[in-house]
């Protein structure tokens, strides 16, 4: 559906904001706040029996939040399965073997037009992290699938793309297509 109007309203390098009037449904235009931004890749790293999260401190929500390794790239294009492997050696210092892509989320589809390519990352070897400076106060720890199931339960895991990228590896796990 196009645009009756468009204004953007903010824009820096992650992020575009734009105020859209489309046509409604009852003929009368609609206004749609659109947050535009890149796609990102998330990735599940599994030893076959652990899954490594990242931990840190997320301002808007005002507290730290334990989350499967994840990123964008700003004005580059992007390539979901080498933004994945880059995200994970960034935050966890670990390398991949075999990344499974599991499927792609739409995060916020009400507002928000990037999409989350999920990854499985298997066949891990270990190496030091390469972490960006605004990202020094992140820890990396592993998790039995007990552990974090635990902490999904109890809201420990708050961040909704962690918890669908878990539902979709049980979904991969059981072969549903």
């Excluded at 609609?30 to 029996?49: Q, T």
């Excluded at 580059?76 to 599991?102: H, I, K, N, P, S």
């Excluded at 400076?133 to 998790?143: A, G, H, I, L, Y």
Aim: aromatic share 10%.
């Amino acid at each position: 559906m196009d645009a009756i109007s468009s204004r953007e309203v903010y824009s820096n390098k992650w992020i575009t904001v734009r105020e859209d009037y489309i046509p409604g449904w009852d003929g009368q235009p609609a206004l749609y706040s659109v947050v535009e931004k890149s796609d990102f890749a998330i990735v599940v790293p599994f030893d076959g029996e652990r899954f490594q999260l990242v931990e840190q401190y997320r301002y808007p929500i005002d507290r730290r939040s334990w989350e499967f390794p994840a990123g964008t790239v700003a004005d580059e294009v992007f390539d979901a399965e080498a933004v994945a492997r880059q995200e994970l050696r960034e935050e966890t210092g670990l390398r991949a073997g075999r990344m499974t892509l599991l499927g792609k989320l739409a995060v916020a589809p009400s507002v928000c037009s990037h999409w989350g390519h999920v990854f499985l990352a298997t066949a891990l070897s270990e190496g030091p992290h390469e972490r960006e400076s605004s990202e020094q106060d992140m820890v990396s720890r592993w998790f039995t699938r007990a552990e974090l199931e635990r902490m999904i339960r109890s809201g420990e895991i708050v961040d909704a793309d962690t918890v669908a990228a878990y539902g979709m590896l049980l979904l991969h796990e059981r072969g549903a297509e």
